[in-house]
């Protein structure tokens, strides 16, 4: 059994992740060392902010428990609003601009494959294949 305690076990640890530009943090609790088949994550995404992200190796859902913004498919240009309640998946690898809203969004991210726990997007949006 794995229990954790976010302010605890996560916060200002290794585990706690801040992009490069700053625009978000990713708290990692499930990583592929867990061995469950899936990283679990809450992310923060900071209002105001745009950030590219094209996960060409990872299937990702995400679901926003606070905050607001919008996620825009890049393929078709269509835009989402996102709020507390609203989900989405990245079910085809989509490629994708997220912009974070009036106030921080808070979401919580299930990652297929696993991430290892030190990835950060690269120049595409890409997080990297780990073996």
């Given at each position: 059994m794995i229990v954790l305690d976010i302010n605890k076990d996560i916060i200002g640890t290794q585990k706690e992740v801040h992009a490069e530009d700053g625009q978000w943090v990713s708290r990692r609790m499930l990583l592929k060392g867990d061995n469950m088949g899936f990283s679990f994550?809450?992310?923060?995404i900071k209002a105001n902010t745009k950030t590219h992200i094209h996960y060409q190796n990872h299937l990702e859902a995400v679901y926003c428990v606070a905050g607001n913004g919008k996620i825009e498919d890049l393929k078709t240009g269509k835009v989402h609003e996102i709020y507390d309640g609203v989900m989405y998946a990245l079910n085809e690898h989509d490629d994708h601009n997220l912009y974070g809203g009036t106030e921080d969004m808070r979401l919580i991210c299930?990652?297929?494959?696993?991430?290892?726990?030190?990835?950060?997007?690269?120049?595409?949006?890409?997080?990297p294949l780990e073996d």
């Open positions: 994550h809450e992310t923060i299930v990652f297929n494959p696993p991430i290892k726990g030190t990835e950060n997007h690269d120049e595409n949006g890409v997080y």
